[in-house]
């Protein structure tokens, strides 16, 4: 599998997020019983007496099974999601993660741009209809480093949300932004604009409007509005697209929100190697 690449609190941020989702599901796994599909319960934070030395098992036929059989499916995407990023945080670092106290506490976010915003939007609301639109399984775009966006922003596990409307009061324009990124393990959102093909007048005029118009609303460029230039619309330059992103995202969580004296390691739940190199990671022990 390909090696995880995030900036260093991106990749805190996302394990503990997942740490603390794992925490409040039930775990389990399947297994065939009597000749029956069935799913093997070995933790419910609903009921204490359940373990793995005394599960619960579950005919997934049944009603009780059918719920349970749902929640252990989450459950095994979640954790091999947090194992993932586990090991590839052990094969960067020599040191434990650190926990991140959420809820996170960022001193300024006027626009309210959070999870909640995010998921009231709604896209596809641009009336501009390109001459050659660009049509893929996944919609219509105007260009097709638009669309070479979209997949790179699936690649990276980002939701997004494409052309949405935003009214910027100070700028008395409304406008829609490219896409509307969704960075929900820190209950934030963000604007990407992806710009290029400067040399058409109309084109440019547009972007201006765009850029003027974030900058009377006081939104932040490279926190509340990403700008990627891609002045090579023949080639698309991913490295360059996922740094600014993932810049982006970096930038939204506080250094302080980093809790580097607890002792993480005791409480991790994968059963992953966490060896780093010939030397063994330590939990993390709190200073006098």
Wanted: contains cysteine; glycine residues 4%.
């Amino acid at each position: 599998m390909k090696k995880i690449e995030l900036p260093m609190k991106v990749h805190a941020a996302k394990l503990e997020y997942r740490r603390r989702l794992l925490r409040e599901m039930p775990h389990g796994y399947f297994k065939v019983r009597r000749g029956k599909n069935s799913v093997i319960v070995t933790f419910d934070p609903k009921i204490p007496s359940v373990s793995s030395r005394r599960p619960k098992t579950h005919f997934i036929s049944s009603k009780h099974g059918k719920a349970y059989a749902e929640a252990v499916a989450h459950y095994q995407e979640i954790k091999s999601e947090y194992d993932s990023l586990l090991k590839s945080w052990n094969e960067t670092y020599c040191f434990a993660p650190p926990r991140v106290k959420f809820p996170l506490k960022s001193a300024y976010n006027p626009h309210k741009l959070d999870k909640e915003y995010f998921d009231k939007q709604k896209d596809y609301q641009g009336r501009y209809v390109p001459e050659n639109p660009t049509i893929s399984d996944d919609g219509v775009f105007k260009s097709k480093n638009e669309l070479i966006a979209s997949d790179t922003l699936k690649e990276m596990g980002i939701p997004f949300k494409y052309e949405t409307k935003l009214y910027i009061d100070e700028a008395k324009e409304t406008i829609n932004p490219d896409y509307l990124l969704d960075f929900y393990e820190i209950d934030r959102c963000s604007y990407l604009e992806v710009l290029g093909m400067n040399d058409k007048f109309s084109y440019a005029a547009s972007t201006t409007v765009k850029i003027t118009s974030y900058s009377k609303g006081n939104y932040r460029p490279g926190r509340d509005v990403i700008y990627v230039h891609l002045y090579d619309k023949y080639n698309f330059d991913k490295v360059y697209f996922k740094k600014m992103v993932w810049a982006a995202y970096d930038s939204l969580i506080p250094d302080d929100a980093l809790d580097w004296e607890d002792e993480y390691n005791a409480l991790q739940l994968s059963s992953s190697d966490e060896s780093c190199g010939n030397t063994t990671l330590e939990p993390r022990k709190a200073s006098a």
